[in-house]
């Protein structure tokens, strides 16, 4: 399988240009000519990527690597990219390092018993190679795939919308004691505030009187409570009649002893 | 297929321009654009090289091959745009309910003082509040129909008194203003919350 | 016209609803929505009165009636939805410049990984692709939308796990993972032919 010429052939496509120059291909002996670092860095996405490129497009036998050389070469690049790419830098300074561990182990006569084929480093950087080129693979693949926005668009036309009914807030007796509540921290945090203590249903009541005076000169006190109170309904009722008396709504009045007692809202008789 | 309206240019384009091809083009970009697209827009699909005639007597044709369908084209002032159309709105609303809307801490809070202190005045509210309270508050509320004033303070100026209605109760689902969470329960409530210091206040209890 | 489907619903909708009407409504919320729409969210749009089955038949009906169109129906994998046809988009890269951004090497390895090898930390991609990945790679497709943190795994540092999401198979048009191009075997990196005598070792094989 010796296919070496044919790839050469085709592959006349320059790697990279460097001052207008094309730069055809990598060199075996790997020698980058100093201006072409920065376009080289940028071609290959790291050692694995410049390795798989030797050994895939030039047919290097990964155990053939001149070692002495490319070291000799990394370091000087290592030295250059020091200056603003010192992690690149140590990514190929490791690679070199595995390469020559690799090269070095090689070289010592070969013990024919391998009990454990992982502990052998060539095999480790064969299978991170490999899978580098799978992913690498992939990569293309995934990008040739049809791509939303770029290859196609979705679609999305106008709602025609007439105006919409107004929709109200809703709320619940959470809500309103919630609200509360945070009222009543806040009073607590802010200054201190005399709340009244009073009952809820009376200050109900309070409202349902003003309400039921509302509009009429005055009243009979006996009509503000309903016949078919409850005793409960017309303590309070009685109760809010005096709140409101006391909080200056309300004029109660008896031109007699045992007469006809007549309620009226302040607001009433003033605006009468 | 009807005869190519301009030249092939091969590179660009590898079809040739049919009647046919610029309205699926058309088609096209009218369907991914919300926002109506003009003639001039338009145009540039094609590089500037159909005139707008031939543009609007291709999309008057569009258009009433989309009559029968749900959606419809329309030319609105700034361009064509495709849109639903009305009688789809109902079942298109079932997918995206409206958001509800809410109202404001202002409004939830000045509706709790009116129901828990009512009668109360504009002046109260803000006492109890710290804050002053917006007429459009006020109005929110009485537009609602959920307060009301039912008479008015007899102190300077006369501030109405404003108190909840039975539409009020009815909204909330309630029979009376008892059902609503006693006052009590909140006075734990808000014990559990405050560490040592005594309150400054008083708190209000629900008590028959 | 075809029989109702379901009972007519006065108050709701005013027509009945024959395949023909169910068919137009489905277009008009696909058309109007850019994200896919699952049958879940579609059956929304008849009150969960259709069921799966009927919808899906019906889908299948539209998108062959569209199949002509610039435009076409198509299900991926968080629903269904209608895309422009891939001939369309030079035309309408005249109106507006391509959103989708052309990703650089680094980017499209990295998403690889993570697509084939998911869950991965950041360590994982870095000892495959044998340089360390930049934040802005991971942001940039995390922007996208393509790929997510799912968890950490539970070494020092705790590194996040990243995993493609849903939204990445929904742009390219993918129901399911399954639906990438598999894995390709890779050729042996080790020249049979070559000059050196056995090896000591066996080769690993490419396996996903």
């Excluded at chain 1, 009722?237 to 309300?250: G, I, N, P, Q, S």
Aim: charge should be negative; proline fraction near 7%.
């Amino acid at each position: 399988m010796n296919d070496n010429s044919a790839i050469e052939s085709i592959e006349l496509q320059p790697i990279a240009r460097i001052c207008g120059e094309p730069l055809l291909e990598i060199p075996q002996d790997l020698y980058i000519p100093p201006d072409a670092l920065e376009v080289f860095l940028d071609t290959f996405q790291g050692p694995l990527d410049l390795l798989l490129y030797l050994i895939r497009k030039h047919n290097l036998n990964i155990l053939d690597i001149p070692m002495a050389e490319l070291t000799q070469q990394y370091m000087a690049y290592v030295e250059m990219m020091r200056v603003d790419q010192l992690e690149l830098a140590a990514e190929y300074l490791l690679m070199t390092a595995l390469l020559i561990e690799i090269k070095s182990r090689m070289l010592l006569p070969n013990p024919k018993i391998e009990t454990e084929q992982e502990h052998d480093p060539r095999a480790e950087l064969v299978r991170r190679l490999l899978e580098y080129e799978q992913m690498k693979h992939a990569a293309t693949r995934i990008n040739e795939l049809p791509q939303a926005g770029r290859d196609f668009n979705v679609i999305q036309i106008r709602i025609d919308q007439p105006p919409a009914a107004v929709q109200l807030p809703g709320i619940n007796t959470d809500d309103l004691r919630n609200a509360w509540m945070a009222i009543l921290t806040r009073a607590r945090i802010h200054h201190p505030h005399q709340i009244k203590r009073e009952t809820l249903s009376v200050r109900a009541y309070m409202s349902q009187v003003l309400r039921d005076l509302r509009g009429c000169d005055q009243v009979e006190f006996y009509e503000l409570f309903s016949p078919t109170a409850t005793v409960a309904e017309v303590i309070v009722t009685f109760l809010a009649v005096l709140e409101l008396v006391k909080e200056l709504l309300l004029e109660v009045s008896q031109s007699h002893d045992a007469g006809v007692i007549y309620v009226r809202s302040i607001d009433a008789a003033q605006s009468a | 297929m009807s005869a190519p309206l301009m030249p092939l240019n091969q590179l660009d384009t590898p079809d040739p321009l049919s009647p046919e091809k610029v309205k699926r083009v058309l088609e096209a970009a009218l369907l991914t654009t919300s926002e109506p697209l003009p003639i001039s827009e338009l145009r540039k699909l094609f590089n500037l090289e159909l005139n707008a005639t031939v543009l609007s007597k291709l999309l008057e044709e569009i258009r009433e091959k989309w009559l029968d369908s749900s959606v419809e084209l329309v030319s609105v002032a700034s361009g064509w745009r495709f849109q639903t159309k009305a009688d789809i709105q109902p079942y298109l609303e079932r997918l995206t309910p409206p958001k509800a809307p809410r109202y404001s801490r202002a409004a939830l809070e000045t509706l709790a003082i009116i129901t828990y202190r009512q009668p109360v005045t504009r002046g109260d509210i803000e006492e109890i509040r710290g804050v002053s309270v917006s007429s459009s508050v006020l109005k929110t509320l009485m537009t609602r129909g959920w307060i009301e004033a039912v008479g008015h303070r007899n102190v300077p100026g006369k501030p109405a008194l404003f108190a909840t209605t039975q539409h009020f109760l009815d909204d909330l689902n309630l029979r009376s203003l008892e059902e609503l969470p006693p006052l009590e329960e909140m006075r734990s409530l808000i014990d559990s919350s405050a560490k040592n210091q005594d309150l400054p206040f008083e708190i209000p209890e629900a008590h028959d």
